[in-house]
């Protein structure tokens, strides 16, 4: 329960020391003389009591933002947008870095009991929702996730299964009856690569019924994740290279992200195929390079960037307007499919 004037030594009394040792936890100074538990403890209980230093300014604390990656220019963009929102209104912001680690998201968690960290972005939907929730009674949370996984946190979404449905329906039109999708590691604690495929398998289900989707997928662990700067476009051509050998009816390759698809399509043209007359390919997120003239994918919009500015905007509306604790925020984005050069007709099978 919050207390509407909480002080040092209310926090002293719950925790059992001194006011003047409360003070200085708090202030970050002379942490030394304290055990990780005290100042653990009073962090914690400073945050649970509501305590607020007299005169703060957003300045004075930070906003932490939680992302899997930072070489994939979605995330890139994506945090770009987020930082552009608080310099604009006053705020700092620090990056934590995961690599789809467990171990980091846990680490980041605890991190945030800091009476410093005034929020937590997640640039991602949670990989572990109910210790998230937990500390989303305390310090306010806001994630870019999926439209189907709302998690009970507030968010700014797009609907991936929706995405994954237009891309089917936009092959199936051009006439491809059996596709392949790539993927990285496909799991619940990648909800929206799983969504993706969903979508797509539905629209040939419902479009398309006499054709198929294939799915080729890599588990890619954490360690190789900070490991491998590339290993996005590695997993993309290791895929496309099995799905050429294997699956001889396939037409179209749908990558799970625009990175893959780079692999993808470098894959398919040193096998010495054409792009996209031997094999469409596309992907998902519309990352600057997918424009490049020499790359032009066709790919889903996602409105990355704006994303970015809409999901700080609502932290900051958390921040300075308090909600009442049972009701969440859910902004929607729409997805757009861009077509490019990457994708045409299908080629006739056997030739």
Same mark, same amino acid.
């Given at each position: 329960?919050?207390?509407?004037?909480?002080?040092?030594?209310?926090?002293?009394?719950?925790?059992?020391?001194?006011?003047? +040792? &409360? @003070?200085?936890?708090?202030?970050?100074?002379?942490?030394?003389?304290?055990?990780?538990?005290?100042?653990?403890?009073?962090?914690? %209980?400073?945050?649970?009591?509501? =305590?607020?230093?007299?005169?703060?300014?957003?300045?004075?604390?930070?906003?932490?933002?939680?992302?899997?990656?930072?070489?994939?220019?979605?995330?890139? %963009?994506?945090?770009?947008?987020?930082?552009?929102?608080?310099? /604009?209104?006053? =705020?700092?912001? *620090?990056?934590?870095?995961?690599?789809? @680690?467990?171990?980091?998201?846990?680490?980041?968690?605890?991190?945030?009991?800091?009476?410093?960290?005034?929020?937590?972005?997640?640039?991602?939907?949670?990989?572990?929702?109910?210790?998230?929730?937990?500390?989303?009674? %305390?310090?306010?949370?806001?994630?870019? !996730?999926?439209?189907?996984? /709302?998690?009970?946190?507030?968010?700014?979404?797009?609907?991936?299964?929706?995405?994954?449905?237009?891309?089917?329906?936009?092959? *199936?039109?051009?006439?491809?009856?059996?596709?392949? =999708?790539?993927?990285? @590691?496909?799991?619940?604690? /990648?909800?929206?690569?799983?969504?993706?495929?969903?979508?797509? &398998?539905?629209?040939?289900?419902?479009?398309?019924?006499?054709?198929?989707?294939?799915?080729?997928?890599?588990? &890619? $662990? !954490?360690?190789?994740?900070?490991?491998?700067?590339?290993?996005?476009?590695?997993?993309?051509?290791?895929?496309?290279?099995?799905?050429?050998?294997?699956?001889?009816?396939?037409?179209?390759?749908?990558?799970?992200?625009?990175?893959?698809?780079?692999?993808?399509?470098?894959?398919?043209? $040193?096998e010495g195929f054409r792009i996209p007359q031997d094999y469409?390919?596309?992907?998902?997120?519309?990352?600057?390079? @997918?424009?490049?003239?020499?790359?032009?994918?066709?790919?889903?919009?996602?409105?990355?960037?704006?994303?970015?500015?809409? +999901?700080?905007?609502?932290?900051?509306?958390?921040?300075?307007?308090?909600? $009442?604790?049972?009701?969440?925020? /859910?902004?929607?984005?729409?997805?757009?499919? &861009?077509?490019?050069?990457?994708?045409?007709?299908?080629?006739?099978?056997?030739?």
């Amino acid at each position: 329960m919050k207390h509407a004037q909480c002080t040092l030594q209310d926090i002293a009394t719950r925790v059992g020391c001194s006011a003047a +040792a &409360v @003070s200085m936890i708090l202030a970050g100074k002379q942490h030394g003389r304290f055990s990780r538990e005290t100042i653990q403890k009073v962090y914690l %209980t400073a945050k649970e009591m509501g =305590y607020q230093a007299k005169h703060r300014l957003p300045s004075e604390g930070i906003i932490m933002i939680i992302c899997p990656s930072v070489i994939n220019p979605y995330y890139a %963009t994506l945090l770009q947008g987020m930082e552009a929102e608080a310099e /604009h209104n006053g =705020y700092n912001t *620090i990056i934590f870095t995961t690599y789809w @680690s467990l171990k980091r998201e846990q680490k980041a968690l605890q991190m945030s009991a800091s009476p410093q960290v005034l929020g937590i972005i997640f640039a991602m939907a949670p990989q572990q929702p109910d210790m998230v929730r937990e500390v989303a009674k %305390t310090t306010p949370v806001v994630t870019v !996730s999926d439209r189907q996984s /709302h998690y009970g946190l507030d968010s700014v979404e797009v609907d991936n299964y929706d995405a994954g449905y237009r891309i089917g329906s936009y092959l *199936i039109q051009l006439g491809h009856q059996h596709v392949c =999708y790539l993927s990285t @590691s496909l799991n619940t604690q /990648h909800s929206s690569r799983v969504l993706r495929y969903q979508g797509l &398998v539905d629209s040939y289900a419902n479009l398309q019924p006499q054709g198929s989707v294939s799915v080729l997928s890599q588990e &890619v $662990e !954490s360690s190789q994740e900070l490991a491998t700067v590339e290993i996005e476009y590695q997993v993309g051509r290791m895929l496309a290279k099995r799905c050429i050998a294997t699956l001889p009816k396939v037409t179209a390759m749908v990558a799970i992200n625009d990175m893959i698809a780079y692999g993808v399509m470098d894959e398919t043209l $040193e096998e010495g195929f054409r792009i996209p007359q031997d094999y469409s390919v596309s992907g998902f997120d519309d990352i600057y390079p @997918s424009q490049f003239h020499n790359v032009a994918l066709t790919t889903i919009d996602h409105h990355i960037n704006q994303r970015g500015h809409r +999901a700080f905007s609502l932290m900051q509306a958390k921040l300075e307007h308090r909600q $009442e604790p049972a009701s969440f925020t /859910h902004v929607e984005f729409t997805n757009f499919l &861009v077509v490019r050069a990457t994708t045409a007709p299908p080629r006739t099978i056997g030739t």
